[in-house]
């Protein structure tokens, strides 16, 4: 199924509705609060952080952007939104990788089909929002943020790498199955199976065996949306006959005693000793494939 990510032509995808958020929300979305006092802040001293347009094939997206104020040909990350959008939590995981050296950006994946910030609901926001989401049109989007990271690298040299959380865990095993430009991906608790439907023809177990670029995946043993049995059928298809040499090259890792969102440090679902383990593992990912990241100023996860 890979070729049906590869083959459908983003202009076919794209709502000619328009987009219906064309800025970014300040906070926290309204379906996460209240706010955890285990939040994190990452500083943005000594970067250049802030909300900046993506231009797209039918317009442009709102995305937050994160980088050293100095440096060139540096590692971009891509970092894929959960299903609350780019909130606060979302921006700062794009400053922790910048205060780490890397470009980061977080376009908001949602914006033609609209604002998960508003949404209280976590049903209607996945009834309303989220399912209406073409993968064709993410990877589309993914594949323009990426075209204008590069621009701002000042040179072309740096490696590329894609993570996502829980919606965007998923996305990061499909992207590291579409671009050629990806060196890694780490993909945290992201649905591996399903079925597939108009919008979603493939899901990572359907492209697992034909991955381009390895991909780390963290996962909770006791994620009580994506059953350990489902993790174990990905491990057997990586691991394939006949698998890419990227396939083989990833991992999963299961943190036993942690839940679905374990990484989301402004949520109760938090497990500070996991995530903290779990962002080491994914630096120590991206390092080993040739995103060259520094240790950060300040602790975060």
Known sequence: MIDDLRS?????????????????????????????????????????????????????????????ARGSKLPVVLVVQEIFGVHEHIRDVCRRFAQRGAIAVAPELFARQGDPSKVADIQALMRDIVSKVPDAQVMADLDATLQWARARARGVEGKVGVTGFCWGGRITWLY????????????????????????????????????????????????????????????????????????VGSQIVVYPEAGHGFHADYRASYRREDAEAAFAQAIGFFAGRGLTLKAASTKTA
Do not use: C, N
């Not at 929300?25 to 993506?54: H, K, M, N, Q, Y």
């Not at 890694?184 to 493939?202: C, D, F, I, T």
């Open 8 to 68: 459908l032509r983003p202009l076919a995808t794209l709502d000619r509705r328009g987009f219906v958020t064309t800025a970014l929300a300040g906070g926290f979305a309204v379906a996460t609060l209240p706010v955890s006092a285990e939040t994190l802040v990452t500083p943005s001293e000594g970067l250049d952080a802030g909300e900046v347009r993506i231009p797209v094939a039918d317009g442009s997206l709102p995305a937050y952007y994160a980088r050293p």
């Open 176 to 247: 590291a199955a579409h671009s050629p430009e990806v060196a890694a991906g780490v993909a945290w608790y992201g649905r591996l199976v399903g079925q597939p439907s108009a919008l979603q023809p493939s899901h990572p177990v359907d492209v697992a065996a034909s991955l381009r670029a390895p991909v780390l995946g963290l996962y909770a043993g006791k994620d009580g949306g994506i059953p350990l049995d489902g993790v174990e059928t990905m491990r057997a298809a990586l691991a394939a006959p006949g698998a890419s040499p990227a396939a």
